[in-house]
């Protein structure tokens, strides 16, 4: 199936290298970095995850910075060794706990067993944690430094409230117990969503769409039986109905899903019911639903834009963004950017007075305004000015010629869905068996931009 499979660093350095077939030249981890790295087809933009260099297909995945990549030379479906490559990355993360660079080099002996089980000539045989467990015996290596090698990982970004999780507790690798024997009784659920909404330039929302997913990560021994109940007016399919038949109606308060899967090991007998998740989870992370919404909901941020002309040679760009959300929650990592006129020769900045954590540049290579804010806290609303100055006096609509402005961020223990996990019930096995159970939710920016 696939010739080559090698996980490269952001620098192109080759961490993991195997050649199953040696039906491709060496050298292709070099020529595939190049292509990536100076991709110029539609003049911007990331390479595709498939493409062809001299008969080579190349398929790739970028996880946590890291670019898991196969080779083949032989007509196989995309989507497969798409697939297969992000299914190898999150045994790695089972593994090792935490996946970067440093875990991966510390561990390679491990990670070459691993990968001499999951691919054999090629072909591929097991992709589940639970099972490798039977073939793989090397122990991981203990990256005691994760929280400070992936300060942007998940692990890091659940720290907001009252009741705070221990900081590397996600990082754990499911096969391995703490040091002296132990073993802390815990499981994790996530629910991760990805917005995408698209405002008109008189701030209406055009489009709006949720692609989320509820992560489990069990720490728990003899995978017990698990209930997981969600809101009891979630319906599935347009018009509110129900998974199993389409008669239902819900209110104007209903999580309303456009569609949704589960994982294997969900039993829905009783989903149609109480919307109860039943499971018995195996080691290792995985999605128990994957869902998808187009319902209105409200965005958790407002953006709006002006430009207006300065005279003949320069212009003012005016953006301001403002967190709709509860002042109890703080977005982080937020970056706004927005295409300026090609012509544009340079551009000053002035932000709010006051302004703490917010940075500004002016990209000249491919001519973008970037602005980051390392927090923005809920209900208030930040601003920023950029006069731009151009050579010559500019023929064209200064607007039109603009893009649109784009916004990235990640907000913690916000859900834009109110999609909830309303408790989670852990089958005991003793009076005194009463693991940690950690429920959280993310919100992060998909596709979030704004005409002008």
């Known amino acids: 199936?696939?010739?080559?499979?090698?996980?490269?660093?952001?620098?192109?350095?080759?961490?993991?290298?195997?050649?199953?077939?040696?039906?491709?030249?060496?050298?292709?981890?070099?020529?595939?970095?190049?292509?990536?790295?100076?991709?110029?087809?539609?003049?911007?933009?990331?390479?595709?995850?498939?493409?062809?260099?001299?008969?080579?297909?190349?398929?790739?995945?970028?996880v946590v910075g890291l670019l898991f990549v196969a080779t083949t030379r032989i007509n196989v479906s995309p989507s497969l060794i798409l697939e297969l490559l992000q299914r190898i990355a999150r045994v790695i993360k089972d593994y090792l706990g935490t996946l970067n660079e440093d875990s991966l080099r510390k561990n390679f002996v491990l990670v070459y067993e691993l990968l001499d089980e999951v691919i054999d000539f090629g072909y591929v045989q097991r992709t589940s944690t639970e099972m490798l467990k039977s073939y793989v015996y090397n122990e991981p290596v203990v990256v005691l430094d994760a929280a400070r090698l992936s300060p942007h990982g998940r692990a890091a970004i659940f720290t907001q409230g009252t009741k705070r999780m221990p900081g590397t507790a996600v990082t754990k690798s499911v096969v391995a117990n703490d040091p002296g024997g132990r073993k802390r009784e815990e499981i994790f659920v996530d629910i991760i969503e990805k917005i995408s909404v698209t405002f008109s330039s008189s701030g209406y929302i055009l489009t709006s769409e949720i692609d989320g997913t509820i992560l489990m990560k069990s720490y728990l021994t003899g995978n017990p039986e698990i209930r997981l109940a969600l809101n009891e007016d979630l319906s599935i399919g347009r018009g509110g109905r129900s998974i199993y038949d389409y008669g239902n109606s819900s209110g104007s308060g209903a999580v309303i899903q456009d569609d949704c899967n589960f994982h294997e090991?969900?039993?829905?007998?009783?989903?149609?019911?109480?919307?109860?998740?039943?499971?018995?989870?195996?080691?290792?992370?995985?999605?128990?639903?994957?869902?998808?919404?187009?319902?209105?909901?409200?965005?958790?941020?407002?953006?709006?834009?002006?430009?207006?002309?300065?005279?003949?040679?320069?212009?003012?760009?005016?953006?301001?963004?403002?967190?709709?959300?509860?002042?109890?929650?703080?977005?982080?990592?937020?970056?706004?950017?927005?295409?300026?006129?090609?012509?544009?020769?340079?551009?000053?900045?002035?932000?709010?007075?006051?302004?703490?954590?917010?940075?500004?540049?002016?990209?000249?290579?491919?001519?973008?305004?970037?602005?980051?804010?390392?927090?923005?806290?809920?209900?208030?609303?930040?601003?920023?000015?950029?006069?731009?100055?151009?050579?010559?006096?500019?023929?064209?609509?200064?607007?039109?010629?603009?893009?649109?402005?784009?916004?990235?961020?990640?907000?913690?223990?916000?859900?834009?869905s109110r999609l909830q996990v309303k408790y989670l019930q852990i089958a005991k096995k003793s009076k005194t068996y009463n693991p940690y159970r950690w429920v959280r939710y993310v919100t992060q920016s998909n596709s979030y931009v704004a005409r002008i």
């Open 1 to 62: 199936m696939i010739s080559q499979f090698f996980v490269l660093s952001q620098r192109g350095d080759s961490i993991v290298f195997r050649d199953y077939r040696g039906e491709v030249q060496k050298g292709s981890s070099e020529i595939f970095f190049r292509k990536v790295k100076f991709w110029k087809e539609d003049e911007e933009g990331e390479a595709p995850p498939v493409f062809n260099v001299d008969g080579v297909n190349y398929f790739h995945v970028k």
């Open 265 to 416: 090991s969900v039993h829905l007998d009783s989903f149609d019911l109480d919307r109860t998740l039943h499971l018995v989870p195996s080691d290792g992370e995985f999605p128990v639903m994957n869902y998808r919404m187009t319902q209105e909901f409200k965005p958790p941020f407002h953006i709006n834009t002006l430009i207006e002309e300065a005279g003949a040679l320069r212009a003012e760009v005016i953006i301001k963004v403002r967190a709709e959300f509860s002042s109890s929650i703080i977005a982080n990592t937020i970056i706004i950017q927005m295409p300026l006129p090609k012509y544009t020769t340079r551009v000053s900045f002035e932000l709010e007075p006051g302004a703490v954590g917010q940075t500004t540049d002016f990209k000249e290579a491919n001519k973008r305004l970037e602005w980051g804010l390392k927090k923005i806290v809920g209900g208030f609303e930040h601003t920023l000015r950029a006069k731009l100055t151009f050579p010559q006096e500019s023929h064209g609509n200064i607007a039109r010629e603009s893009g649109l402005v784009s916004m990235t961020f990640t907000i913690p223990m916000y859900n834009a």
